[in-house]
Antibody, heavy 118, light 113 residues
Framework: EVQLVQSGAEVKKPGESLKISCKGS????????IGWVRQMPGKGLEWMGI????????RYSPSFQGQVTISADKSISTAYLQWSSLRASDSAMYYC???????????WGQGTLVTVSS | DIVMTQSPDSLAVSLGERATINCKSS????????????LAWYQQKPGQPPKLLIY???TRESGVPDRFSGSGSGTDFTLTISSLQAEDVAVYYC?????????FGGGTKVEIK
């Protein structure tokens, strides 16, 4: 069974750094792109970026380029999303998702809620 | 970026009736080499992650009830729920998976009338 398990909820202060994770199991992790999607409270889905764990080829949405860093460690089947300096506007639910054969997201993590508040 | 525009923003449909959601892309998402439109539909229920329903515009994901169907090609697409069930109350999103960034539509909230 394909599973993506994300790290737990985080509460941070503005200016702090953060790295959240997404661990895949039940499939060949290096062989599928993993994407990150933001959902702000009460809002829609925003595609942030995607990484191919085999060679760490990464594509970002222009809206998120330079704001976050996406990485992956294929040896432990885990993808990451990180911030060097959080802002209150980064408060949101963040989902990781696997790109399937059709390149759409066929499996999703449970989500990581990030709250940034002073 | 390809802009995805969904309509309506919300709709209320009686149980057993048809629900229709539209999605339009700002440029074609038809890949000429395989003649497939790279358009997906997702369902998101409150407190849950999205769930893939349809990809390549009309291919139903495994396990998705056949009351859900997708149609369209190029820039204009439709998700149809042929007979709305109570468990179909959710927000539905379209997404182009043709090119990065793989943009989403704004969502359509489906409720029971």
């Amino acid at each position: 069974e394909v599973q993506l398990v994300q790290s737990g909820a985080e509460v941070k202060k503005p200016g702090e750094s953060l790295k959240i994770s997404c661990k895949g199991s039940g499939y060949s992790f290096p062989s599928h792109w993993i994407g990150w999607v933001r959902q702000m409270p009460g809002k829609g889905l925003e595609w942030m970026g995607i990484i191919f764990p085999t060679d760490s080829d990464t594509r970002y949405s222009p809206s998120f380029q330079g704001q976050v860093t996406i990485s992956a460690d294929k040896s432990i089947s885990t993808a990451y999303l990180q911030w060097s300096s959080l802002r209150a506007s980064d408060s949101a639910m963040y989902y990781c998702a696997r790109s399937g054969g059709g390149t759409s997201f066929d499996h999703w993590g449970q989500g990581t809620l990030v709250t940034v508040s002073s | 970026d390809i802009v995805m525009t969904q309509s309506p923003d919300s709709l209320a449909v009686s149980l057993g009736e048809r629900a229709t959601i539209n999605c339009k892309s700002s440029q074609s998402v038809l890949y000429s080499s395989d003649n497939k439109s790279y358009l997906a539909w997702y369902q998101q229920k409150p407190g849950q992650p999205p769930k893939l329903l349809i990809y390549w515009a009309s291919t139903r994901e495994s396990g998705v009830p056949d009351r859900f169907s997708g149609s369209g090609s190029g820039t204009d697409f439709t998700l149809t729920i042929s007979s709305l069930q109570a468990e179909d109350v959710a927000v539905y999103y379209c997404q182009q998976h043709y090119t990065t960034p793989q943009t989403f539509g704004g969502g359509t909230k489906v409720e029971i009338k």
